[in-house]
């Protein structure tokens, strides 16, 4: 069975899919008017709760808890980097994706949305990321087959565009 990997112009916390993930930070905590904010309140006080108990979350990792308010059974809390830590960023940017999908596979989770991890306050570009976030999660996606759907959330027009031909680029590629 092939994965569907696609990329849509939408609200990640509106999506009725298995698991979200949130561009979290190493606390895990509700903090910051982006992405995790924003799921944080829509999800409710029972998120923030079941975040202090799992004792943050290195750079680079991924920790799951339950979606309780939000359409999502899950939320997959990845950290990434910001872009100032150099080569090793990369390197970091590309575990949160595959370490996302592992963890994901490991609780039988078959749909799966991501956002543009480590843009906006963290300062990688939407180019940047599109194209590592595809590169990786198809790759991982060899060795964990029982998700059905990955979901690439975008935040406007342009970077559904940006997803959308680094999605075409590596299906050439193959």
């Given at each position: 069975?092939?994965?569907?990997?696609?990329a849509?112009k939408?609200?990640?916390?509106?999506l009725?899919?298995d698991?979200?993930?949130?561009?979290?930070n190493?606390?895990?905590?509700d903090?910051?008017?982006?992405l995790?904010?924003?799921i944080h309140r829509?999800?409710?006080?029972?998120l923030?709760?079941?975040?202090?108990?799992?004792?943050?979350c290195n750079?680079g990792?991924?920790?799951?808890t339950?979606g309780?308010?939000l359409?999502?059974?899950y939320?997959?809390?990845?950290?990434g980097?910001?872009s100032?830590?150099g080569?090793?960023?990369?390197?970091?940017?590309?575990l949160?994706y595959r370490?996302?999908?592992?963890l994901?596979a490991?609780n039988?989770?078959a749909?799966l949305?991501?956002?543009?991890?480590s843009?906006?306050?963290?300062?990688y570009?939407?180019?940047?990321?599109?194209k590592?976030?595809?590169?990786?999660?198809?790759?991982?996606?060899?060795?964990?087959?029982?998700?059905r759907?990955?979901?690439f959330?975008?935040?406007?027009?342009?970077?559904?565009?940006?997803?959308?031909a680094?999605?075409?680029?590596?299906?050439a590629a193959?």
């Open positions: 069975m092939k994965t569907i990997i696609r849509l939408t609200k990640i916390a509106s009725s899919v698991a979200i993930v949130n561009a979290a190493s606390s895990l905590s903090e910051g008017g982006g995790n904010g924003t829509a999800a409710g006080p029972e923030l709760r079941a975040c202090r108990l799992l004792g943050g750079i990792h991924a920790k799951l339950k309780y308010r359409p999502a059974r939320v997959i809390h990845a950290v980097p910001v100032r830590s080569a090793s960023g990369i390197e970091l940017l590309e949160c370490r996302s999908i592992e994901a490991a039988g989770i749909t949305a991501f956002p543009s991890i843009t906006g306050a963290y300062g570009s939407v180019e940047q990321v599109a590592i976030a595809v590169k990786t999660v198809r790759s991982t996606l060899e060795a964990n087959q029982s998700i759907e990955v979901i959330c975008c935040f406007s027009a342009k970077d559904l565009k940006i997803y959308e680094a999605l075409n680029e590596q299906a193959e």
